[in-house]
């Protein structure tokens, strides 16, 4: 879809502080939300990795008609 977007980036350019990890997550959690309908989201979690000025992110949801969470992980960097 050429009009999925959001500010994820952006923070990944911001000072790490909770600030960011909280409107971090809240971004991802507002994409998917709003653009992937076959995703029922339970929790966002976006850990600071500073040594390598990232986030580590946890997504956990589950899939309409099944039963079972799912649980993604991944780490998100600056790229430029």
Do not use: W
């Not at 911001?14 to 971090?24: H, M, R």
Request: charged share 20%; aromatic share 12%.
């Amino acid at each position: 879809r050429p009009n999925i977007g959001s500010n994820i980036r952006k923070y990944l350019f911001e000072p790490i502080s909770p600030e960011t990890q909280s409107s971090l997550q809240y971004e991802i959690r507002n994409v998917i939300e709003n653009y992937e309908p076959r995703a029922n989201i339970i929790d966002v979690v976006a850990s600071p990795y500073i040594d390598n000025n990232a986030y580590v992110v946890t997504i956990l949801f589950y899939l309409i008609n099944k039963s079972e969470a799912v649980t993604l992980n991944t780490i998100l960097y600056r790229v430029r």
